[in-house]
């Protein structure tokens, strides 16, 4: 019984971390392209010549865990931040907080599962914000076991966001 409660709660945890689509600087760079056709897991775009990446994956997150990472893109753009998740182990990536929603606004969160299939492989968590108009803005992403008592803020992004 306990092995179909598990993958509920992990299940669970993950779609916790995205919020409903919204209609309307590292020593370690990521990987930042505008380049999205090779990527089946991203969702549609506006523009995607105006769309800029950002993915760490877990080799890159294990290199450090507290990142602060800046970024420019055009109005009218979109941004994509992906990151390594594996909710088997009972951490998840919790809901991108923004600190200027009139500057730019989350779209979609999505968990992809690992190509494999295999329980317990590693995923990926994708986020698509959308730019509104011209200022700045962060938005801070968190890697945490969202219970209590859990550890909280185990590998955090701060990425501050220009749209021109």
């Given at each position: 019984?306990?092995?179909?409660?598990f993958?509920l709660?992990?299940?669970?945890?993950?779609?916790?971390?995205?919020a409903?689509?919204?209609?309307d600087?590292?020593?370690?760079?990521?990987?930042?392209?505008?380049?999205?056709?090779?990527?089946?897991?991203?969702?549609?775009?506006?523009?995607?010549?105006?769309?800029i990446r950002?993915?760490?994956?877990?080799?890159?997150?294990?290199?450090q865990?507290?990142?602060?990472?800046?970024?420019?893109?055009?109005?009218?753009g979109?941004?994509i931040?992906?990151?390594?998740?594996?909710p088997?182990?009972?951490?998840?990536?919790?809901?991108?907080?923004?600190s200027?929603?009139?500057?730019?606004?989350?779209?979609?969160?999505?968990?992809?599962?690992?190509?494999?299939?295999?329980?317990?492989?590693a995923?990926?968590?994708?986020?698509?914000?959308?730019?509104?108009?011209?200022?700045?803005?962060?938005?801070?992403?968190?890697?945490?076991?969202?219970?209590q008592?859990?550890v909280?803020?185990e590998?955090?992004?701060a990425?501050?966001?220009?749209?021109?």
């Amino acid at each position: 019984m306990l092995w179909l409660v598990f993958p509920l709660l992990a299940l669970t945890l993950v779609l916790g971390a995205c919020a409903t689509p919204n209609a309307d600087a590292a020593t370690n760079p990521p990987t930042t392209t505008g380049d999205t056709e090779n990527n089946s897991y991203m969702p549609p775009l506006d523009n995607p010549s105006k769309t800029i990446r950002v993915e760490y994956l877990y080799d890159e997150l294990a290199v450090q865990k507290h990142i602060t990472y800046d970024v420019v893109i055009e109005k009218s753009g979109s941004l994509i931040v992906t990151f390594g998740s594996n909710p088997s182990t009972g951490y998840a990536w919790q809901k991108a907080v923004t600190s200027n929603s009139n500057i730019s606004s989350e779209y979609t969160c999505q968990f992809v599962a690992p190509p494999s299939g295999m329980v317990g492989a590693a995923g990926k968590q994708v986020w698509t914000f959308k730019t509104l108009q011209p200022g700045n803005t962060t938005i801070n992403f968190s890697y945490s076991q969202s219970w209590q008592g859990g550890v909280q803020n185990e590998w955090t992004l701060a990425l501050n966001v220009t749209v021109k």
